[in-house]
Antibody, heavy 118, light 109 residues
Framework: QVQLVQSGAEVKKPGASVKVSCRASGYTFTGYYMHWVRQAPGQGREWMGWIHPNSGGTDYAQKFQGRVTMTRDASVSTAYMELTSLRSDDSAVYYC???????????WGQGTLVTVSS | QSALTQPPSASGSPGQSVTISCTGTSSDVGGYIYVSWYQQHPGKAPKLIIYEVSKRPSGVPDRFSGSKSGNTASLTVSGLQAEDEADYYCSSFAGGPWVFGGGTRLTVL
């Protein structure tokens, strides 16, 4: 079955960067978009962008442009999301989610808690 | 503040029906058929339960149904069961980005 397994929790200082990984199994990694979504405490979910693992093409939400980079390593079926210049309001649970049908997310990772604190 | 508005909580007794609303704008919910709903139990990964307004993925009970009218989508859970107690989130394609609701905690009394 489809599984997305994310890397563990991170604690970062303001101004630092974080890179979260998402290892896919149970399907052809290069055949589906991978999205990244975050949820800050007490906030709703926020779409950050997607990467197509076959081409490496990306599309980022305007809010994160310039600070986020999504990459992939197809040889290990893993997608990555790096967020730079971290601020306290970047503290959130970050999810990877497989895109399906061009319009929804049919499998999700378990989430990675990123805490930004001095 | 979330782009889509959901009630923070909903509740019902076992066997009853509960409907959760998700209100957006003509730029998201009202403009596309691409509304989806997700269920999340504490400590678990989110699970897709409805896509394209009213379609159910394989394995999702037909107690879960979705609909849309104008800028508001709705998720109805019929015949409530204890295991339905969870957080529910709506999402809509918005022409490039996707937007989400703030989530509704469903309590089975």
């Amino acid at each position: 079955q489809v599984q997305l397994v994310q890397s563990g929790a991170e604690v970062k200082k303001p101004g630092a960067s974080v890179k979260v990984s998402c290892r896919a199994s149970g399907y052809t990694f290069t055949g589906y978009y991978m999205h990244w979504v975050r949820q800050a405490p007490g906030q709703g979910r926020e779409w950050m962008g997607w990467i197509h693992p076959n081409s490496g093409g990306t599309d980022y939400a305007q809010k994160f442009q310039g600070r986020v980079t999504m990459t992939r390593d197809a040889s290990v079926s893993t997608a990555y999301m790096e967020l730079t210049s971290l601020r306290s309001d970047d503290s959130a649970v970050y999810y990877c989610a497989r895109g399906a049908g061009g319009s929804y997310f049919d499998s999700w990772g378990q989430g990675t808690l990123v805490t930004v604190s001095s | 503040q979330s782009a889509l508005t959901q009630p923070p909580s909903a509740s019902g007794s076992p066997g009853q029906s509960v409907t959760i609303s998700c209100t957006g704008t003509s730029s998201d919910v009202g403009g596309y058929i691409y509304v989806s709903w997700y269920q999340q139990h504490p400590g678990k990964a989110p699970k897709l339960i409805i896509y394209e307004v009213s379609k159910r993925p394989s394995g999702v009970p037909d107690r879960f149904s979705g609909s849309k009218s104008g800028n508001t989508a709705s998720l109805t859970v019929s015949g409530l069961q204890a295991e339905d107690e969870a957080d529910y989130y709506c999402s809509s394609f918005a022409g490039g980005p996707w937007v989400f609701g703030g989530g509704t905690r469903l309590t089975v009394l």
